[in-house]
């Protein structure tokens, strides 16, 4: 299949992986969403050591929701249940999640455009703890590779990606049940293409000097 990162064609995948699951797709939104509220009222509840703990969940159940995510694209038969089922890569998706964080906020502070270059480049750092099974520093690594070369055209993706959920903001909130499930597994397709075009790179030229 040729390499096509064109935001029609991400678009386009999402809506029709999407529209396979809807059904599936708006009860993950709803229980996240009910989880986040939960986890805040609880941490308001419990003071500032609530608040840490309850953050710490929520990381985790960030990757689980990325787990899923990640299994639709490839392939797999998703279910509820596997938002619960990060342990596996829990520290690093979080010590890689504060080393990204660290480093956009590093570049916001040198001029801001150095920070939204790292935000760009290492965006799909999660995508490599919990697909690929790296650690943090070999996962914002990763990103930085597979993007190599198609930053601009990342970054562009990225602004539709954050229009449409706007859009769906605006039709009343209920919009998003739909815009922010479309605009995850967009951002997954094209983390996908960029990790197969990149391995088909390497594969080439691994070809070219063993011939």
């Known amino acids: 299949m040729m390499f096509d990162l064109s935001v029609s064609s991400i678009l386009g995948e999402a809506y ?20 986040m509220v939960a986890l805040s009222l609880i941490g308001e509840k419990l003071g500032t050591v609530g608040n840490i703990l309850m953050r710490l969940v929520e990381i985790y159940i ?20 596997d938002m619960f089922t990060a342990q596996d890569v829990y520290i690093n998706f979080l010590v890689a999640g504060i080393l990204y964080g660290l480093a956009v906020g ?20 999660k995508y490599a703890v919990v697909d690929v099974k790296l650690g943090p520093v070999e996962a914002l690594r990763y ?11 990342v970054f562009g993706i990225d602004i539709v990606l954050v229009l449409v959920n706007i859009a769906g903001a605006l039709a009343l909130g209920i919009g998003l049940l739909f815009t ?25 030229d691994s070809n070219l000097y063993s011939a």
């Open 106 to 125: 590093f570049g916001v502070l040198l001029l801001i455009i150095p920070g939204i270059i790292f935000a760009i480049m290492w965006q799909f750092y």
């Open 180 to 204: 922010i499930p479309l605009t995850m597994i967009a951002e997954a397709v094209m983390y996908r293409r960029l990790k197969e075009n990149y391995e088909g790179v390497i594969e080439e």
């Open 62 to 81: 960030n990757a689980g929701v990325l787990k899923i995510i990640i299994k639709d694209i490839n392939g797999k038969e998703p279910e509820l249940f």
């Open 16 to 35: 029709e992986r999407l529209k396979k699951r809807l059904g599936f797709y708006i009860a993950l939104i709803v229980v996240y969403l009910l989880l």
């Open 143 to 153: 990103s930085g590779e597979i993007t190599k070369g198609y930053r601009w055209t």
